[in-house]
């Protein structure tokens, strides 16, 4: 498992199903793996991943990357995944979220978004962060929810990896404009950061990577303040 | 043995997986004449309410399910396999549910919908199935319709999410949890074993 900065500069993390069993002992509400390499190979791995996973692992699975059509998305699903997060196919396709939605379900599409700011509005990204498409976030969310996605995965490649904190604006706008959840991503760098995205940003779920994979803080330790910041969590 | 009934709509193997983790045995129910074979049933949910029904009807399971439940057998829903077991719902309206449980199911309209993620139970009575599970343990919810009462001694535990709703019900020796106890972590396990071995 590998993570990055600004989706630039990834370093390997670790393994991906050893820190899933770990990140399960420690009480993670769910667990998201994203393949950024994205090729025919990685998926394969990918599908490895979940299929062990899953067997010892009993809390949501959300898989993403490079996922182009149907059929990718029931390969994943067979394999153990919960839920599927599309990126770049459904911006080029949207009908792509539409067809997943009629045929597993809204509560399995999970639009993934990665926004960049441009100025006073936020692009969408494709292609792992490389390609502005030029479209408004806020726009493609509400699109995004319309064609039947289930939940949005809100990627800030600005503060991806920094630390310095998730886009509240961003997470804000957002969450006001869908009615669908909302999962915060991107720039976690310490506890209160996460409560902001909870509190200020109004996520109702918030993705935690570097601080956890550099064991800066275990889930618990965000649970616990979350907790104590009277945030209502398990 | 545990048939975990496939009225091919979805994915069973998340249940399996768990059941398997468990070390309890089960196997897939594809047909009628291999009801014969199990001594305890699930009713998973995927889908739509109207499209579950059609396809549980047109595999003929429906009289087999409520003799089954009648009787007094081991019986688990889970999600819309819990909403299938009361009259109706509004997702799919002129559709009959398989009416084990008087009520019917109604859309959210308080919050964000579907609700997706982690809520509490608040017990309102004790059973076996419960057994270790404190009061207000958090389970994994993923639905947009919820259970409004219909008979109050059915009722297990409730939970809120902008309006109070049923999480476990139960008749005779059917259970039926709207959340996902295969997806809740060391609680839905639990929940799971105590229902295998004490219900």
Redesign the interface.
């Known amino acids: 498992m590998v993570k990055g900065i600004k989706f630039k500069d990834i370093r390997f993390a670790g393994d991906p199903v050893e820190l899933a069993g770990l990140y399960?002992q420690q009480?993670a509400?769910e667990i998201i793996f994203l393949d950024i390499g994205a090729t025919y190979r990685s998926r394969k791995i990918m599908i490895d991943v979940v299929r062990k996973v899953?067997?010892?692992v009993?809390?949501?699975l959300t898989v993403g990357g490079g996922i182009k059509d149907i059929q990718d998305m029931r390969n994943l699903?067979?394999a153990?995944a919960?839920k599927i997060s599309v990126c770049s196919a459904a911006l080029q396709n949207p009908k792509l979220i539409q067809d997943g939605a009629q045929i597993?379900?809204?509560?399995c599409i999970v639009l993934s978004i990665d926004a960049k700011r441009e100025g006073g509005s936020w692009h969408a990204y494709i292609k792992g962060g490389r390609e502005d498409t030029g479209i408004d976030a806020l726009e493609w969310a509400k699109r995004g929810e319309e064609f039947g996605a289930?939940?949005l995965l809100l990627n800030s490649i600005d503060a991806d990896g920094t630390r310095s904190g998730y886009a509240l604006e961003l997470t804000r706008r957002v969450s006001k404009k869908v009615?669908?959840?909302v999962i915060a991503s991107g720039g976690a760098g310490n506890c209160n950061q996460i409560f902001e995205a909870v509190k200020i940003g109004e996520a109702?779920?918030v993705l935690v990577a570097s601080l956890l994979h550099y064991k800066e803080y275990s889930i618990s330790d965000i649970k616990n303040y979350l907790r104590l910041k009277g945030v209502k969590?398990? | 043995m545990i048939g975990i009934i496939d009225y091919e709509a979805g994915n069973l193997n998340s249940v399996r997986k768990a059941f398997d983790f468990l070390q309890k045995n089960s196997r897939v129910l594809k047909s009628l004449k291999d009801f014969d074979t199990v001594d305890r049933l699930v009713l998973p949910g995927v889908g739509s309410y109207g499209h579950a029904m059609e396809r549980i009807k047109e595999k003929g399971f429906i009289d087999p399910i409520k003799k089954w439940i009648e009787s007094g057998q081991p019986f688990l829903g889970i999600c819309l396999g819990l909403q299938l077991l009361f009259e109706s719902s509004q997702e799919s309206k002129g559709v009959k549910g398989m009416s084990v449980f008087k009520g019917t199911c109604r859309r959210f309209t308080e919050m964000k919908v579907p609700q997706i993620g982690w809520n509490n139970i608040q017990i309102q009575r004790t059973t076996s199935f419960l057994r270790g599970i404190r009061d207000g343990e958090f389970f994994y919810f993923n639905h947009s319709y919820y259970v409004v009462e219909g008979e109050k001694e059915a009722v297990v535990a409730k939970s809120n999410y902008g309006i109070d709703y049923i999480s476990i019900a139960k008749k005779r020796n059917a259970y039926g949890v709207q959340f996902h106890p295969e997806k809740s972590g060391q609680a839905g396990l639990k929940l799971l074993k105590n229902w295998v071995e004490r219900c």
């Open positions: 399960n009480g509400d899953s067997k010892k009993f809390v949501p699903l067979n153990g919960d597993f379900g809204s509560q289930g939940e009615s669908v959840p109702d779920a969590i398990r």
